[in-house]
């Protein structure tokens, strides 16, 4: 009895291992081998079922939007009675269908699947140099209090006799933004995305972000920014790889 309670826990933590915030992480554990390639350090590597999954991820259509914008907007409604205003006076008569609409934008990512985006944008090319697309806009909102994160992302990738568009780079960062979001697993997602679609020798992602829930409310710090990392492969083994991606998306 006692020792199948046991196996029971165990199981349980490691379906706990495999979640982050609520998201499927996908990475199954494999004795001895690393995201940065070091040996002997039991670590996580990208299942086969996982590494097709991120091809079938869209959770929202245009129908869906359709169907759901009355009661988005209705749901509005209710929030301004509750602050205490009047939705029936002019200013305000349009605002929910408004706000609706824009939440909407705000959230389109999940209308979106990244290989949409990669399918014809991936070439076949003999070069094994740094690739690093930096200072990309990034908008996104905070799951925790539904207000803006703002700032850039700096992507740099090591190919692997293959080649992604650059334009798509910063299409991906737009997919996975344009959700309701931590950075943490912003950071993360995008690099998981690129390894997957190109199987690299390494890839590395920074942020750099301003949070509204930080600046808005709460600590109210005008000035502070968060930045996170991700660094997979190469760029988690090689300390010399890592850091002339640093040091390039500083200069």
């Known amino acids: ?17 495999s979640v982050i915030n609520g998201h499927f992480d996908g990475r199954m554990k494999i ?74 934008f705000f959230t389109k990512g999940y209308q979106e699947k990244i290989i949409d985006v990669l399918n014809d944008a991936i070439f076949d090319e003999d070069h094994d ?23 850039r992302v700096h992507i740099g990738y090591l190919p692997n006799k293959r080649v992604l568009g650059l334009s798509k780079l910063a299409r991906i960062v737009e997919i996975y933004s344009r959700r309701l979001q931590v950075q943490e697993r912003l950071t993360k997602q995008i690099a998981v995305a690129i390894t997957e679609a190109l199987q690299p020798a390494g890839v590395g992602v920074v942020i750099e972000a301003t949070h509204m829930c930080m600046v808005m409310r709460g600590v109210q710090k005008m000035n502070s920014k968060t930045v996170t990392s991700t660094m997979l492969g190469v760029f988690r083994e090689d300390p010399k790889t890592r850091d002339e991606f640093l040091t390039l998306i500083r200069s």
């Open 1 to 17: 009895m006692e020792r199948s309670k046991q196996k029971q826990m165990n199981q349980n933590e490691n379906e706990t291992d």
């Open 129 to 151: 140099e740094m690739v690093i697309v930096k200072d990309i806009d990034m908008f996104s909102m905070c799951e925790h209090h539904l207000v803006p994160i703002f700032g």
């Open 31 to 104: 004795p001895g081998w690393s995201a940065g390639g070091a040996a002997g350090n039991p670590s996580t590597v990208p299942s086969s079922s996982v590494m097709e999954s991120w091809r079938e991820e869209r959770t929202r259509s245009l129908e869906d939007n359709e169907m759901s914008l009355p009661s988005i907007a209705a749901a509005y409604t209710t929030i301004l009675r509750g602050l205490g205003e009047d939705p029936q006076r002019q200013g305000l008569l349009k605002t929910p269908w408004r706000a609706a609409t824009a939440m909407q």
